[in-house]
């Protein structure tokens, strides 16, 4: 069969692709060995454990009481409750990663936004 010349390039370019796959395959297994032999070495340098996480009695709470007034939702359009929802969930998050974790409340929670969160995230309500 007449092949074109872009067919024939398309052709050669995909063996090349499959004959390739398996040195690919190959080249991101070394690398993934060698990051993991670095986090290694890394973590053998420091005998602390892992940087990202902290042990918790390194937490010294803090006397300050964040409060977030939810009332206003039936006044927000669909899209800025979700908005909403996205900056409590980060606030909380953010608090419990941080040294000295603020009082975190919510009050006058309920109509879109407790809606809202209970269809994207039930786990919001094992929330402290």
Not at 20 to 45: G, I, N, P, T
Request: proline share 2%.
């Amino acid at each position: 069969e007449l092949l074109s010349k872009r067919q024939r390039k398309k052709l050669l370019k995909q063996k090349q692709w499959e004959e390739q796959k398996d040195l690919r395959r190959q080249k991101r297994k070394e690398k993934r060995q060698k990051r993991k032999q670095e986090r290694q070495s890394k973590l053998d340098s420091n005998n602390e454990g892992n940087d990202r996480k902290r042990v918790r009695r390194e937490v010294v709470p803090s006397t300050l009481r964040l409060i977030v007034d939810c009332s206003f939702d039936d006044l927000m359009v669909l899209k800025d409750v979700k908005k909403l929802h996205k900056q409590i969930q980060r606030c909380y998050a953010e608090n419990r990663k941080a040294f000295h974790p603020v009082q975190f409340y919510l009050t006058s929670h309920g109509g879109q936004l407790k809606s809202n969160m209970n269809e994207s995230n039930k786990g919001w309500v094992n929330w402290k």
